[in-house]
């Protein structure tokens, strides 16, 4: 009676072993990295890609909403023309008159230019965090032509501000920003995941150049393909920054940039309103007392207009504590911050917010040059008590600044805004074509299969030790300092493994 071995040759059991150790070798020789990068880059795209969408094109909303604001508002922002505007005395006592009840202003915006209103703002207790009651005035006649709500330091009127509620947080609330910082999070990774995809397909082809233009000979999925690529290599670099900027706006990852940046001692200058106050015996307070909140030099993150809002109380959302507030004393104010280092037209004073608390007139031009210089009086001696100037910024503060406008389209006006515009719909199509690859790809000879065919598994099966470490530590890096993508990460996993399973009890998928 023969077995089985007997019957094999004799060197079988050698021949299998080096079979296997030959599979095994050539699986580790396999590329790794970019498999696994699609399959990432195809489940971002397909579970974050409608957070993606909705943040792409509320922001395209966002970045021409300036000029929406122009049109629709013009009767509250446009007047005619004058050479000899009145006082803001003037000005300010018709807008009390206007709100009544001997309310005072919280802050007021001189008129930038002839033509323009100037905005006296009331704190309202009704009202939204870093939004105030704005009266405005026509500076040749002190006319009232307008009473709206406005937000922030860009002084968004309500039709922005609904804009803007819409893209940061779907008017849901802190809950609803969970969704602008999931797509915020996920897009930069998905950007640099496909630029490095491009790059891996661009190096294989004969042509490369070609890739970064739309085909015309081709149809079906190798066209959107080609759209979908072509695309997303010109819009990377701006992908990368709006997802960055971004990041800073979000509740979770953006406490977390915050801590980082005060660790490195990034932060941005913020004028101290503190004055030395007089003590129970009357002496004076050694020194001066230097605000400490670390607040973004009277722009705090609290909301899209993030570093806008006025979060340490001299904002125009904070009632002026001080009593009997002459008129008078904004001209004078505005006056002596001329005499230092306020030389825009686009200014706001603030009265004191507090007893021993003092006048702040600061600089709100956001387009380049950027002018946010901020100086505070003593009214007590009409001295300067603290004075913060842009050009003394470090360089992470003015990055941080640039950032932030160019993120709203402010920095260089309409073509900022433009340029933003299209960027947004850009990456809008973008998703748009990734779901129809989607669809493209799905089995033509398989009815019961809906969708398109995933990206193979297995990637890190192939990867050398250190790269499966590499991409470990990565993710819990990035998963750490941005939570969102941490817990989506494991959403991904979890799914994949589902997909493992079913995978293997349906068998191979046939095109």
Do not use: C
């Not at 993030?306 to 009632?319: L, V, Y």
């Amino acid at each position: 009676m023969t077995t089985p071995s007997d019957t094999m040759p004799e060197n079988s059991g050698q021949a299998f072993t080096d079979g296997r150790n030959e599979r095994q070798s050539d699986r580790r020789s396999a590329p790794w990295f970019g498999p696994l990068l699609r399959r990432l880059h195809f489940y971002a795209g397909i579970l974050i890609g409608p957070f993606i969408l909705i943040a792409a094109l509320s922001g395209a909303a966002y970045a021409i909403s300036p000029q929406l604001e122009k049109v629709v508002y013009a009767d509250q922002l446009s007047v005619p023309p004058t050479d000899h505007p009145l006082p803001l005395a003037a000005q300010i006592e018709s807008a009390n008159a206007t709100i009544g009840g001997g309310a005072e202003p919280s802050a007021v915006r001189p008129a930038p230019e002839p033509g323009d209103t100037t905005r006296v703002m009331y704190a309202d207790p009704s009202l939204g965090e870093s939004e105030s009651r704005a009266i405005f005035v026509d500076p040749s006649t002190a006319e009232v032509v307008g009473d709206l709500t406005v937000y922030g330091t860009s002084g968004a009127l309500p039709l922005r501000t609904w804009i803007d509620q819409l893209h940061r947080s779907l008017h849901l609330g802190d809950v609803g920003r969970l969704y602008s910082e999931l797509a915020a999070s996920w897009l930069g990774i998905v950007a640099a995941a496909g630029l490095v995809l491009w790059i891996q397909r661009a190096r294989r082809t004969r042509r490369p150049g070609q890739m970064l233009r739309p085909s015309r000979k081709h149809t079906g999925l190798r066209r959107t393909f080609s759209w979908h690529a072509s695309v997303g290599i010109w819009a990377a670099i701006g992908m990368l920054f709006l997802s960055a900027t971004g990041i800073t706006w979000s509740q979770l990852g953006g406490e977390n940039v915050t801590q980082l940046r005060a660790a490195l001692s990034w932060e941005t200058p913020a004028v101290s309103t503190e004055l030395a106050g007089e003590s129970a015996t009357g002496s004076a307070d050694a020194g001066s007392a230097v605000d400490q909140s670390g607040h973004e030099g009277y722009e705090g993150h609290s909301g899209h207009e993030g570093h806008e809002g006025h979060m340490d109380g001299t904002g125009p959302g904070a009632a002026s504590a001080a009593s009997e507030v002459d008129p008078a004393d904004f001209d004078m104010m505005l006056s002596m911050a001329h005499g230092v280092n306020i030389d825009t037209g686009q200014v706001e004073i603030l009265p004191p917010a507090e007893a021993n608390s003092a006048w702040v007139v600061h600089e709100i031009q956001r387009s380049f040059p950027t002018k946010v210089d901020a100086v505070a009086f003593d009214p007590r001696t009409m001295e300067v008590a603290d004075r913060v100037d842009f050009a003394d910024y470090g360089i992470a503060a003015k990055l941080a600044r640039w950032g932030i406008d160019l993120h709203m389209g402010s920095l260089f006006g309409l073509a900022n805004q433009i340029v933003l515009f299209v960027l947004a719909i850009g990456i809008a199509s973008m998703v748009v074509w990734g779901y129809l690859m989607w669809w493209q790809r799905r089995p033509k000879h398989d009815p019961s299969r809906r969708f398109g065919v995933l990206p193979p598994q297995g990637a890190l099966r192939g990867a050398p030790w250190w790269g499966l470490g590499a991409v470990v530590l990565a993710a819990i890096g990035i998963g750490v300092f941005l939570p969102m993508v941490g817990s989506s990460l494991v959403v991904f996993l979890i799914i994949d493994l589902i997909l493992g399973l079913r995978a293997r009890r349906r068998g191979p998928v046939t095109s």
